[in-house]
């Protein structure tokens, strides 16, 4: 049986515990959805209004130069690359996910032209098997075949151009063996496009020590650089001179301010910028990704595993009898940092928390998830929304009429 002292005693020795004053969070609410929209961090109020005021509002279009918001996309880039255990010029900040997506997609596929097959898996995340589809109407002979993901490493073979994977699955949790998987691809030919939106900032990541080629990643989740923050892509550096883009904005341009008709692509992984890119937000996520100064990621790991580890405990022992079936990794090596469960009533419980302060979301048909944010959680929280769950299960005030009221946004 686990006590709320054997709990307190968790954040007593959390040594992340600090860290959560890095953000405002409001009072009483436990906020278990990170890795949707991860929280404000308090730096990035003070910086977005010395944005606003001092450098659009005083330096106006001298603050390209003079705050260099011109550098800022690899800049941050470059902030974003410990992260994931790449070098800082294999990173750039753009666009969203899904466009750098298109990015990567049609600049590697080109590389091999006689091998048609972008291969993926039935579930991944919509935005990247719409964007694929999209991309084989574009790229000559490339067509999308999806294969579960137990049979993909199977399914490699001559034909396969390109793998496109979501490292960490948005919806259970499951996360692939990168440095596995990208060797198995290498092996027969073919480049691996990860895609680490739920894995950034949760899991620690060495992309360059597991031979990865190509990814995106969010920048609005983990990262906690605000609504629709700029995504990032990244790029191995052997790669770099070799692709040429499909977007091509004059952002990627060699010379953007020469203004010529002709393109020439900017050396290395700045290629991959299109437009002007969003200063507003991508100053903020560059707050976001300070808010990790002085983590170590694999710290940050452990705890994050241990609030796993506590909420399937505290579920297991309090919330027996009411159906819900965790469909997420026990073992940490196979998961992410959020726990989900199965129920055919998960939309109900999930809006029935939410009017409890337990922010976590539905996904459909049947999932209710719960991120899981060593940054700014504690220990205690999980105790406190396991609390809440249970009041919810016992009385059943999840039947209740308004709980079934959908809005657009789950
Ligand atoms: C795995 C994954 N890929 C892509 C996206 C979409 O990213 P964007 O909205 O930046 O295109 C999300 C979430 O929004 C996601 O979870
Ligand atoms: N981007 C989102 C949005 O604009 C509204 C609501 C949710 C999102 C999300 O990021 C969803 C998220 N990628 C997911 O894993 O489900």
Partial sequence: MITLEQVRALDAADPLRACRERFALPEGLVYLDGNSLGALPRAAVERQRQVVE?????????????????????????????????????????????????????????????????????????????????????????RLETVERGRIEEALGPDTNLLLLTHVHYKTGERF???????????????????????????????????????????????????????????????????????????????????????????????????????????????????????????????????FDLFAALVEQRCAGHGLDCVSPRDPGARGSHISYRHPHAFEICQALIEAEVIGDFRAPDVVRFGLTPLYLGYEDIWTAIDRLVDILESGRWREPRFAVRGKVT
């Fill in 177 to 307: 063996d990168m440095a596995r998987v990208t060797a198995r691809a290498k092996d027969s030919g073919a480049l691996t496009l990860w895609d680490l939106s739920h894995s950034v900032g949760a899991v620690p990541l060495q992309l360059n020590r597991d031979g990865a080629e190509l990814a995106v990643g969010c920048g609005y989740k983990y990262l906690n650089g605000g609504p629709g923050a700029p995504a990032f892509l990244y790029v191995a550096e052997h790669l770099q001179e070799r692709l040429m883009p499909v977007l091509r904005g004059w952002m990627g341009h060699a010379a953007p301010f020469a203004f010529t008709d002709e393109y020439v692509p900017a050396p290395g992984i700045a290629r991959f910028l299109a437009g002007t890119p969003p200063m507003l937000s991508l100053l903020a996520l560059e707050s976001g990704v300070e808010s990790f100064e002085g983590v170590d990621m694999e710290t940050a790991w452990a705890k994050s595993t241990a609030l």
């Fill in 54 to 142: 001092r450098e659009w509002g005083r330096d106006l279009i001298r603050s390209w130069n003079s705050h260099d918001w011109i550098g800022a996309p690899q800049r941050v880039g470059a902030k974003i690359a410990p992260l994931i255990g790449a070098k800082p010029h294999e990173v750039i900040v753009a666009d969203s996910v899904s466009v750098n997506l298109f990015k990567l997609i049609t600049a590697a596929a080109a590389l091999s032209p006689k091998r048609p097959l972008l291969l993926s898996e039935p579930g991944n995340f919509h935005t990247d098997l719409h964007v694929a589809s999209g991309a084989t109407e574009l790229v000559p002979n490339l």
